[in-house]
């Protein structure tokens, strides 16, 4: 018995290598295949997969561009204050310029005038002034008096008082009778009526002389003058037609 099973076990050996040597392509197909399946699970694993966005990410997107919205007004609502005290502060400076500044200003710029004047010969204006009225105002009282030897000392006297003035650059603004008024140099007194048109506005007597330096009037000559009255114009043309 033990032989027949051992014989059995070699014939059973055998039939399965001629049956293996029968098929000698098996192997090489089975490893190829395994390559191939291989480099598909590896080209699969490459490409990436696409996924929606859940819920949840969109809401954190959501919730972080509201943030950031919040985050920049408030920076333009920072920036908008600044720039509204930065307005006040310049009104303010603007303010005290016109208030302070100026006001130096216009005073610096009053001393300097008054410097100007100095130089120019204005120092003694007033003075000059008043002797000037003094000299034209009482040139009258020569006529009016009547002692000789009084007269000459008082003539002596005012002649002391124009050289006085004319030294100082001032000099004397007397009118003739006919002369056309200078407004600037001159102060009506008296207007006297005329019917003759040509006399209008002219001088009829000079009361007393004027001064001036340069073309600044230091004392206004008073005078009288002629006025065109219509009237005393026709008079003589019906006069004549009475006779």
């Known amino acids: 018995m033990d032989n027949l099973t051992d014989n059995n076990i070699v014939e059973d050996e055998e039939f399965a290598a001629e049956t293996e040597a029968e098929t000698p392509g098996s192997e090489p197909e089975e490893a190829e295949d395994a390559e191939t399946s291989a480099a598909e699970s590896a080209e699969a694993e490459q490409q990436p997969v696409e996924s929606e966005p859940s819920g949840e990410t969109a809401d954190d997107l959501t919730l972080c561009m509201a943030e950031c919205t919040g985050e920049i007004n408030a ?43 100095l130089e120019k010969g204005r120092l003694f204006d007033d003075i000059l002034r008043e002797t000037a009225h003094i000299y034209s105002s009482n040139l009258e009282v020569l006529e009016k008096i009547e002692d000789e030897k009084v007269k000459k000392q008082l003539t002596y006297m005012f002649s002391d008082i124009l050289q006085l003035i004319e030294s100082n650059g001032a ?58 009255d219509a009237s005393l114009a026709a008079e003589p043309a019906e006069n004549d037609m009475e006779e």
């Open 75 to 117: 920076h333009i609502d920072e920036i908008s204050a600044n720039t509204e005290k930065l307005t006040a502060e310049l009104r303010e400076i603007r303010k005290l310029y016109h208030n302070e500044y100026a006001m130096r200003l216009r005073k610096v710029q009053e001393e300097l005038d008054h410097y100007h004047s």
């Open 171 to 228: 000099s004397v603004y007397k009118s003739a009778p006919g002369d056309p008024r200078n407004p600037r140099y001159c102060k009506v007194v008296e207007k006297i009526p005329t019917g003759d048109k040509s006399l209008h506005d002219t001088v009829a007597r000079s009361i007393s002389e004027g001064f001036y330096i340069e073309n600044r009037p230091l004392v206004q000559e008073l005078i009288n003058v002629y006025t065109f």
